[in-house]
């Protein structure tokens, strides 16, 4: 019994043995020393080997700066800034110009010209000024043409006082002939600028007062003679009536005469009563009154918004 289980041990213990790897690898060597007996490597031709591929041994190129301009540009470090700025300045638009001689800046600086409300003074709206014409103006003139005032008192304001014979600049925005039905001549003026110490400045203004009478909604019009020409034909028709009265009376002193005599009195009736009854209508076609404004006219100027004098 004891002799059976030592040759099961043995026989576990040799096949144990020869499973571990370094006999394979005895093995793989054998297999290894075969080919070499058959197959010498040394011998290899290189013309039977693919080529091999070239490889660049240089440097990728970098890409190349931007060139330099010739000259660089410095700003001005004489420059002072106005110094009054306005409150909102508009954008400076900055233009650089490369000069291969001086390498200067030049710059366009912010308009000073534009209004400012606060450093401005201000001509309050509704200021009037009295004026007189150096102009003649009629309603024969044509709209746009220009007219001159000069001022006759003093107007104070706030900071500022306008003298007498201060030179206000106006144009005749409107004008037009006597029309039909009685309506006169229209004349429409507009104060367009005040000068002020050698400088012209924009203003809007209506007048108010032309020869101390006052102008409504800025129509300064000629005479309207609608009534009147109804009037006038009526009285034209009186005065034929009356003709023909007189003419009755000369046919009444003659003994043959007295016989028609009623004929012209009853023709000057009717057509006295044909006058008065169509004169309305008869005085639409007549037209009105031309107006005509001579240089010296005084006029009164309304402001009808802020003016700003700098």
């Known amino acids: 019994m004891n002799g059976s289980l030592k040759k099961i041990l043995i026989s576990a213990f040799v ?33 039977q080997l693919p080529s091999i591929p070239e490889t660049k041994t240089s440097a990728p190129s970098l890409p190349s700066l931007q060139e330099l301009p010739d000259s660089i540009s410095v700003p001005d470090k004489n420059y002072t800034p106005p110094s009054t700025l306005p409150s909102t300045p508009p954008k400076s638009t900055i233009t650089i110009e490369q000069s291969h001689s001086t390498g200067r800046v030049k710059k366009s600086l ?20 009295k004026v007189k014409s150096q102009t003649k103006v009629s309603d024969w003139n044509s709209a746009g043409a220009g007219m001159t005032f000069v001022s006759t008192e003093l107007v104070t304001q706030r900071y500022l006082t306008i003298p007498a014979g201060t030179v206000f600049k106006g144009i005749i925005e409107e004008s037009h002939p006597p029309q039909a039905s009685g309506n006169g001549g229209l ?23 032309a020869n101390s009478k006052k102008i409504f909604f800025n129509n300064i019009k000629g005479e309207r003679k609608y009534w009147k020409n109804v009037a006038a034909q009526i009285d034209k028709g009186e005065n034929f009536y009356k003709k023909t009265r007189r003419a009755s009376t000369k046919l009444a002193d003659n003994p043959v005469g007295v016989i028609i005599s009623p004929i012209p009195t009853i023709t000057g009736v009717v057509v006295y009563a044909l006058n008065f009854a169509g004169s309305p209508l008869l005085a639409i076609a007549s037209k009105g009154g031309h107006i005509t404004l001579p240089a010296g006219t005084m006029y009164e100027i309304k402001l009808l918004e802020d003016a700003y004098i700098y």
């Open 187 to 209: 004349l429409v003026l507009k104060a367009t600028s005040i000068q002020y110490n050698g400088k012209t400045y924009d203003i809007n203004a209506k007048i108010t007062k």
């Open 15 to 47: 096949l144990f043995i020869s499973a571990m790897p370094i006999y394979s690898l005895e093995l793989d060597m054998s297999v290894d020393e075969e080919i070499r007996k058959n197959y010498n490597p040394s011998k290899l031709e290189l013309e």
């Open 110 to 129: 912010p308009d000073t010209s534009i209004r400012n409300d606060i450093t401005a003074i201000k001509i309050k709206k509704g200021t009037k000024f």
